[in-house]
């Protein structure tokens, strides 16, 4: 059995940040942003629990679709199944 990850402090999620790190809301996973390349330089992110979110505000997507501004409709979230795979 596994212990889920719990949150971390604001200032803990700060930190973090600058090395491109942040919890998934769901399960509080720890999950790290690739450096900005061909396929790699788009906040919307997918756990692989399944949450959707923006890696920039963090804040949960509703049926895969975003609730921020942050990222234009031009992406979208990779699904779960292919993040699974990888």
Do not use: W
């Amino acid at each position: 059995s596994t212990v889920p990850a719990s949150p971390v402090s604001p200032r803990t999620q700060e930190v973090l940040a600058r090395y491109g790190i942040r919890q998934c809301p769901q399960c509080h996973v720890m999950i790290q942003k690739q450096a900005d390349g061909l396929f790699t330089g788009c906040d919307k992110m997918t756990c692989r629990c399944g949450c959707m979110f923006c890696f920039k505000c963090g804040r949960e997507a509703r049926g895969g679709v975003a609730r921020c501004r942050c990222v234009g409709p031009q992406h979208s979230y990779i699904p779960r199944s292919a993040v699974l795979s990888n």
